[in-house]
């Protein structure tokens, strides 16, 4: 069983491994883990030396490209339970009609502002308001506009993420079923241009790369200094549990 994550994450991971083990006395697992970037180099390596983990994390991002080569068994139709998992939830796991990894774990996308520069900028904000991003950028332009040093927005040109939400309220997605560009080249521009007239008008500071920079030689959070309206979107992490075909023998 391969993951990765940071030292917390092995610790649960591997009591939970212990607690199987208990119940199941006679199957041994194996565990191995590492941080982001290691881990697919490994599990690429592995799979085609043909050695691979029966059970493994996946990502969203890379759970289709896995599948459609092969290197995944499809779940569909082993005896798995998975009645207490939302169809929702388990259709992240779905690739052309089958399933090839359970959600182990959904965390929510999650936007702070600063109500004291709101309220400055003479901005309200309702609770559970949904805001299109027209709307955003108007609101980060008025609290640039009527509070002196502030950008009313980070550059979020390039966060997937962020983006993905800018595709889904255009109709169109980051990728297709089928693993290819599911947005055309417009929509992109559109992104980028939009983007490049916030940073235009000071709503969004430019570079990027320099207010990256000096956020971390300060090692403080631009919020709480309230030197910064929004901050970054928290990123959406889909944790996927799949596994190889070489486990079909588990499951009879």
Known sequence: M???????????????????????????????YSGWNGYWQKITTELSGGNGPDVMQQDVSTLSSYAQRGALL???KNAIDTSSISSAALDSGVINGNLYAIPAGIEGVTMFYNPSLLQKAGVTITQNEQLTWT????????????VKGVYGTPDLSGDEVAFQFYL?????????????????????????NYWASLRKSGAAPRPLLLRLRQMLLKLKAPLRQGK???PLILRVILTLTTMSPISKNLWG
């Not at 889904?168 to 980028?192: C, I, M, V």
């Open 2 to 32: 391969a993951w990765w994550g940071d030292d917390s994450r092995a610790q649960v991971t591997e009591q939970a491994v212990k607690d199987f083990e208990k119940i199941h006395a006679n199957i041994q697992v194996n565990v191995s």
């Open 228 to 230: 910064r309206h929004f």
């Open 168 to 192: 889904r309220e255009n109709g169109e997605n980051e990728y297709t079923a089928s693993g290819k560009l599911g947005f055309d080249k417009q929509t992109f521009e559109n992104w980028l």
């Open 74 to 76: 499809s779940l569909s």
């Open 135 to 146: 709307q955003y950028a108007k609101i980060a332009n008025q609290v640039t506009q009527k």
